[in-house]
């Protein structure tokens, strides 16, 4: 795909023409952190964000859904019958997304998109979005993305990857959508021969900021019974206080409550996000709890996305190392250290598979 | 591809109380549009979500067979807010029904062999549906021994009684009826607990025997050493498991024992897969 | 505070050499700037990672919640009060404790230092007096005094209340200080504005339960925002719930809270939710001249009844 050049001069006009057939998103800061919003019309994405505060997940999957409504007016003809709630699908464009939310959301199609069942909800979302990801000139000290199957110019998940080349952008378009974007913005400079090779050096001196990192190469071939019983899940858990700050933070996390929700006699059937780290999520109808510890619940969060997601689907760690969980766990509670400890039991040779 | 999160519409039928202690009670579900009763094809052993319109889903087993027609059947233990608000329906609300889901007994391997049922108290749900199954004439055939071991703390806390001793009459089909304790002088079956029973009348274990293990995690707990004892295979062990679940689909998270999630990859798991996993259930 | 770290390791090591505790709680070195992690030592050997210093700001009586064993336990003033009330209501027993007291100074507040750096933060280093914030091409000395916490400069119980060690000579307790300005702002404000004071303050909340977590207070075995029968409280992000949910916690914690700030610095969003607590806090001073925490023999207000008590409020 080829390599369009977009003066910054340029930027805000086609920003105002590309919104006549996108709706546009971006990091707005408000108060002291930075989010993803709606852009208001002329509003420029800020782009002198590190990273937005939470990850840019809710713009797929927002943290409530409603997914159906009914009536429970039993003069009508359709009472207590579910029905599909509408939805806006027009085109969208996610405009300065960083290249490890958007392979975030690469992970997460595998959970939503099977097989055999589809969400809806999250699958038309995803799709009628477009993912302009900005990469990243100066990542975080506590990214470690580059060990962790991404890069601050990785194109996985995204339709168009900016680099900021002082007074223009590089936009390297990766796919149709990505083109039809560039399109609707009227950008048709096509980058000059040696674009490509500013894009490269830019990514190395990126990828060389990369001071942070995980060790996740003994982890698929350890044994999924020794790691759950490792001696060090006690320690581990400790500090934990089992709020949600990691799981809601984090790009990759999917888990999902449904609540049903009637005001009068109408109401609405919901998706709320969910998270493991809450006793109530497991919690069987007669009292007992699978997972009723503080260890438990820990566990299952590093056992998800270091092992048993990497077994389910053999593509890497349910992770791309964007480090929120990392900086906002209120208890200091670190993954990098977490995985070095599992990665490390697994390539000790104690919990290697038996077969 | 369907919304798989839109439940069919359905109307209760029929309910009727099963146990003496009123907690258990068995719902008969019509299909309000007739084409969803053959999109709803299940097999024995699979589960769906019953949707109560404003008040949740909960995840129940099919009790009724793939072999009876023009309706699906349910036995509902009361537990939970949802449990309790279905409890107090009637003949005629409506309400939604979501599946079938999961797995289901392994009907194909299990052709030309043996087959030890052992259910405790109201997990006897997907095992009535089997025994319906296996009963249907064209289908007995298929099937070696048919034993069952079913017990439950009283005569009154027994599911389907009158299917049981309909079952006690036949002579295709091997009946361990038994309760924990009951002062009724007229009790002509065993007494004693499941373990202790299924160690007596179980049949000796073999590569044509399976056993089907439903019920409490206390009953599990002190059957598998009996069956251990009794020389059977781990992978003739089949158990069918329960977690809270919310989706049903394998999506929302919770329900997972190691890398499998019960509602999609289960619930019907052998002894052997269940050995590899860590014992979240 | 600096020289706590080692006096801290010292006593640790006693008590879990003579067998007079189980374990010791404290705190070991984060792995990000200005963040450590709340841990325990159980042997001698294990009591080196335990360190001390301006970033000590989790409350670790949340970590005593039943526990069974005897355990040792540094505590700031804030802790301390928290451990006194959690003695009170039966969350642990006075005599399963050893107490390893440390005379605070005050714990500074990330978010104000980060906000006053040019760029990301990568170290912070520590002096008696102040910290020093690096980062790409800068480096920043702030006094302390200019970067607490708010609720530790407000702080007037500095020194724990009850101890059975004590890591260093008691400091100076601070003198003179408006501890309810902001409440009496929230109070000043007419309903309207209170109301939209409260829906932009709640805004950005995502129900991640850090700040009610982090409280000791918070260890009811089902939380009514947990609670499916009756459900109290809708689980989605109407803000009509998340106000409920906050209202409802700070009420939760009239007459017990010790404005220890573990909530406000838990939440990832930036969240005062202080301002509820002190509200009630305030008023449990004025109601009642309660201060929660300083006494394990007098009773809390909100479980005793005196003829004295005001009923103004009855209508």
Redesign the interface.
């Known amino acids: 795909m080829k390599m369009i050049a977009i003066p910054k001069k340029e930027w805000p006009a086609g920003l105002a023409k590309a919104a006549g057939s996108f709706r546009l998103f971006g990091p707005v800061k408000?108060?002291?952190?930075h989010?993803f919003k709606r852009l208001e019309n002329g509003q420029l994405p800020d782009f002198s964000c590190?990273n937005t505060?939470?990850s840019p997940k809710h713009l797929v999957y927002p943290?409530?859904e409603v997914?159906?409504t009914?009536s429970?007016d039993e003069s009508r003809p359709d009472?207590?019958?579910?029905k599909?709630a509408p939805a806006d699908t027009s085109p969208r464009a996610v405009l300065g997304i960083r290249p490890c939310d958007a392979k975030a959301f690469v992970l997460v199609r595998m959970?939503?998109d099977?097989p055999?069942?589809?969400?809806?909800y999250w699958l038309r979302a995803y799709e009628s979005t477009t993912f302009v990801g900005l990469s990243c000139a100066?990542p975080?000290?506590?990214c470690f993305c580059t060990t962790a199957g991404c890069g601050p110019f990785h194109e996985e998940g995204l339709d168009v990857l900016l680099a900021d080349a002082g007074d223009h952008f590089l936009a390297k378009v990766l796919t149709e959508k990505g083109a039809a974007w560039v399109a609707a913005g009227g950008w048709t400079q096509t980058a000059d021969a040696k674009a490509e090779g500013r894009l490269a050096d830019l990514r190395q001196a990126a990828e060389a900021k990369i001071a942070s990192q995980v060790q996740t190469e003994s982890l698929k071939a350890a044994d999924?019974?020794a790691l759950?019983n490792a001696g060090f899940w006690e320690?581990v858990s400790?500090?934990c206080?089992?709020?949600?700050?990691c799981t809601?933070?984090c790009p990759t996390c999917?888990?999902?409550?449904?609540?049903?929700?009637?005001r009068g006699t109408s109401?609405v059937?919901?998706k709320?996000w969910?998270?493991?780290m809450?006793?109530?999520?497991?919690?069987?109808?007669?009292g007992?709890n699978?997972?009723g510890t503080k260890l438990?619940r820990v566990r299952?969060r590093f056992?998800?996305k270091l092992?048993?997601?990497v077994?389910?689907y053999d593509r890497g760690i349910q992770c791309v190392g964007c480090g929120r969980c990392?900086?906002?766990c209120?208890?200091?509670?670190?993954i990098?250290?977490v995985c070095g400890l599992m990665n490390g039991l697994a390539a000790s040779g104690e919990a290697c598979a038996i077969d | 591809?369907r919304?798989?999160?839109?439940?069919y519409?359905v109307r209760i039928d029929d309910i009727t109380v099963e146990t003496e202690d009123k907690n258990l009670k068995t719902f008969k579900f019509v299909f309000?549009d007739p084409a969803d009763e053959q999109k709803f094809a299940y097999k024995a052993g699979q589960f769906a979500e019953l949707?109560v319109?404003?008040?949740?889903?909960?995840p129940i087993g099919i009790a009724s067979s793939p072999t009876e027609k023009g309706f699906v059947m349910f036995t509902v233990n009361k537990?939970?807010r949802v449990?309790s608000f279905l409890h107090a329906m009637k003949p005629g609300?409506?309400?939604?029904l979501r599946g079938p889901m999961g797995n289901w007994y392994p009907w194909e391997k299990m052709q030309g062999k043996n087959v030890v049922i052992i259910g405790g108290g109201f997990a006897f749900t997907t095992l009535r549906s089997s025994i319906v199954y296996m009963l249907q004439p064209e289908n007995r055939k298929n099937f070696g021994e048919i034993h069952v071991i079913y017990g439950a703390r009283s005569p009154g806390m027994l599911l389907y009684r009158e299917e049981l001793a309909a079952w006690e009459q036949r002579d295709d089909i091997h009946m361990h009826i038994t309760v924990d304790a009951t002062s009724d002088p007229n009790w002509k079956y065993n007494v004693g607990f499941v373990p202790a029973i299924a160690e007596k009348k179980a049949p000796p274990a073999g590569s044509d025997t399976y056993a089907i293990i439903c019920g409490p995690?206390i009953m599990i707990k002190f059957t598998q050493p009996v069956l251990d004892k009794l020389g059977y295979a781990h992978d003739k062990i089949i158990m069918s498991l329960?977690?809270?679940m919310?989706?049903g689909?394998?999506?929302?998270?919770?329900?997972?024992i190691?890398?499998e999630f019960v509602c999609?990859d289960g619930p019907v798991f052998t002894l052997e897969q269940l050995n590899?996993?860590?014992?979240?259930? | 505070m600096l020289s706590y770290a080692e006096k801290i390791r010292e006593i640790a090591g006693r008590l879990l050499t003579s067998g007079s505790v189980e374990m010791v709680i404290g705190f070991r070195q984060?792995?990000?700037p200005m963040?450590?992690?709340?841990?325990?030592a159980k042997t001698p050997a294990q009591v080196q990672a335990l360190v001390w210093d301006s970033h000590c700001g989790?409350n670790l009586a949340?970590?005593l919640t039943d526990r069974k064993e005897k355990i040792g336990i540094v505590a700031k003033g804030c802790d301390s009060r928290n451990i006194v009330t959690h003695i009170i209501e039966n969350k642990i027993k006075r005599e399963q404790l050893v107490v390893i007291g440390v005379p605070c100074k005050g714990m500074v507040d990330k978010?104000k230092i980060a906000?006053k750096c040019p760029g990301?933060i990568?170290a912070v280093i520590e002096d008696e007096a102040g910290v020093t914030a690096k980062g790409?091409g800068f480096s920043q000395r702030f006094e302390k005094k200019d970067v607490l916490q708010h609720n530790c400069s407000l702080c007037i119980h500095r020194n724990p209340v009850i101890h059975d060690e004590l890591v260093a000579e008691p400091v100076p307790e601070q003198q003179g200080v408006d501890r309810y300005a902001d409440v009496r702002s929230l109070e000043a404000m007419g309903p309207e504005q209170r109301w939209k004071y409260v829906e932009e303050l709640l805004a950005?909340c995502?129900?991640?339960?850090?700040c009610?977590?982090?409280c000791p207070l918070c260890y009811c075995p089902t939380c009514f925002v947990?609670e499916a029968r009756p459900q109290w409280v809708?689980?989605?992000?109407?803000p009509q719930d998340v106000r409920a949910f906050h209202f409802l916690r700070a009420y939760h914690c009239a007459g017990r809270c010790t404005d220890c700030g573990?909530c406000e610095?838990?939440c990832?969003?930036?969240i005062n939710m202080r301002v509820f607590t002190k509200k009630l806090e305030k008023d449990c001073l004025d109601l009642f001249g309660w201060e929660a925490g300083l006494s394990l023999e007098v009773r809390p207000p909100l479980d005793t009844y005196r003829p004295q008590d005001p009923n103004d409020f009855i209508k």
């Not at chain 1, 055999?116 to 809806?120: A, C, F, L, Q, V």
């Not at chain 2, 919304?3 to 439940?7: E, F, G, K, S």
């Not at chain 3, 963040?35 to 325990?40: I, V």
């Open positions: 408000e108060k002291e952190f989010s590190q505060r939470l943290q409530s997914m159906l009914y429970l009472h207590h019958i579910m599909e959970n939503f099977t055999d069942y589809k969400d809806p100066s975080c000290s506590s999924t019974t759950y320690e400790f500090a206080i089992n709020c949600g700050t809601y933070s999917w888990c999902f409550d449904i609540q049903d929700e009637t109401g059937r919901m709320n969910d998270s493991c809450y006793p109530l999520f497991t919690l069987h109808g007669t007992h699978p997972r438990h299952q056992m998800h092992k048993y997601f077994d389910k990392v900086r906002l209120p208890v200091n509670i670190d990098r250290r | 591809m919304n798989p999160y839109l439940p519409p309000l949707s319109t404003g008040q949740g889903e909960i537990v939970g449990s609300d409506i309400m939604g995690p329960e977690n809270r919310k989706c689909i394998g999506m929302c998270g919770r329900c997972n190691g890398k999609k590899k996993t860590p014992r979240e259930y | 984060g792995t990000v963040m450590n992690e709340p841990h325990f989790i949340n970590y978010r906000m990301e990568t790409g950005p995502v129900r991640c339960y850090a009610r977590n982090a947990d809708g689980k989605g992000q109407d573990s610095r838990s990832p969003v930036g």
